[in-house]
């Protein structure tokens, strides 16, 4: 049973930094693709960005150039380093995890970020 817990959420004043960590247990399997994504009050939750096992990346419009996801395959964990926050970066967090073959789609249970002065 493959499980995600994140870490690293907090308070922080706009043009603050926080990186947050998703530390994945389990038999994890290749290839996979590794993701955080958010969700804001009253909001659809959104990706904001994910890491392939074979090293692609994507982001958001709204976080590229400011966010950076990485991840350690040695450890099974995930990072998104968030610089230059913004109010509207506040959301719960989540790690997410999908296994391309035979399936596998997981979920950690959030961590929140909240950007105010």
């Known amino acids: 049973q493959v499980q995600l817990v994140e870490s690293g959420g907090g308070l922080v004043q706009p043009g603050g930094s926080l990186r947050l960590s998703c530390a994945a247990s389990g038999s994890i399997y290749s290839p996979n693709a590794m993701g955080w994504y958010r969700q804001a009050p009253g909001n659809q939750r959104e990706l904001v960005a994910v890491?392939?096992?074979?090293?692609?990346?994507n982001y958001a419009d709204s976080v590229k150039g400011r966010f950076t996801i990485s991840r350690d395959n040695a450890k099974n964990t995930l990072y998104l380093q968030m610089n230059s926050l913004q109010p509207e970066d506040t959301a719960v967090y989540y790690c997410?995890?999908?296994?391309?073959?035979?399936?596998?789609?997981?979920w950690g249970k959030g961590t929140l970020v909240t950007v105010s002065s």
């Open positions: 890491s392939t096992s074979g090293g692609g990346t």
């Open positions: 997410n995890l999908v296994v391309w073959i035979g399936g596998g789609n997981y």
